[in-house]
């Protein structure tokens, strides 16, 4: 079993920053592919960013390339979401996802394992 804790979330302004951890225990973190979705309001769940184990692959949803950054550190078993140039619509609840491996990284059924999630809200 894999246990996902997501921190970092809050409020904050348009155009400002926040970062997101994902701190994972239970097992080694460092063999698995991880994800970061998102899901708002009345919205279905959303793909934002994937990273592969070793942080040598990364993927972006178009909406927020450029303006976030994916990564991890295996040592300390953490995965991160660097989230700049902050829009009100990125406001959501996200949630970190690991999966040992998937091809898929996009999909969310193909992650095995969940945060509970942590809300990120947006001011204009």
């Known amino acids: 079993q894999v246990q996902l804790e997501e921190s970092g979330g809050g409020l904050v302004q348009a155009g400002g920053s926040l970062r997101l951890s994902c701190a994972a225990s239970?097992?080694?973190?460092?063999?698995?592919?991880m994800g970061w979705f998102r899901q708002a309001p009345e919205k279905e769940r959303e793909f934002v960013a994937a990273?592969?184990?070793?942080?040598?692959?990364?993927y972006y949803a178009d909406s927020v390339k450029g303006r976030f950054t994916i990564s991890r550190d295996n040592a300390k078993n953490t995965g991160y979401l660097q989230m700049n140039s902050l829009k009100p619509e990125d406001t959501a609840v996200y949630y970190c996802?690991?999966?040992?491996?998937?091809?898929?990284?996009?999909?969310?059924?193909?992650?095995?394992?969940w945060g509970q999630g942590t809300q990120v809200t947006v001011s204009s």
């Open positions: 996802a690991t999966v040992y491996y998937t091809g898929r990284y996009n999909v969310d059924t193909e992650y095995k394992y």
């Open positions: 239970g097992r080694t973190f460092s063999t698995d592919h």
């Open positions: 990273i592969n184990w070793n942080g040598g692959s990364t």
